[in-house]
């Protein structure tokens, strides 16, 4: 079981950009395809990028491509979303999770971190 823990959370005005960082630690941190959730006050917990164990593939749901990069390093046990262009609706708390499947699919991931709260002021 590997074991998540986020970073790089804060407050940005629109059109910012922030970095988040999911350190891992555990079992075979390469072995897991990685994503990043985001949860909104009242709303449901959506994907919004997707990374293979390789990172040879990613996903990026429609509301942030473009303007989104999801990344991983396997030797350093991390992934990362580099988010420029802020907007506004992009304020929720972010998760970073982890599983075994194809980085597409939100089913996949099964292990998750805390979460860490990004919030873009207008």
Do not use: H
Request: charged share 15%; net charge positive.
């Amino acid at each position: 079981q590997v074991q998540l823990v986020e970073s790089g959370g804060g407050l940005v005005q629109a059109g910012g950009s922030l970095s988040l960082s999911c350190a891992a630690s555990g079992r075979a941190f390469s072995t897991y395809a990685m994503g990043w959730f985001r949860q909104a006050p009242g709303k449901e917990r959506d994907l919004v990028a997707g990374i293979s164990s390789t990172g040879g593939t990613t996903y990026y749901a429609d509301s942030v491509k473009g303007r989104f990069a999801i990344s991983r390093d396997n030797a350093k046990n991390t992934a990362y979303l580099q988010m420029n262009s802020l907007k506004p609706e992009d304020t929720a708390v972010y998760y970073c999770a982890a599983g075994f499947g194809l980085a597409r699919y939100k089913s996949t991931y099964k292990t998750w971190g805390q979460g860490t709260q990004v919030t873009v002021s207008s």
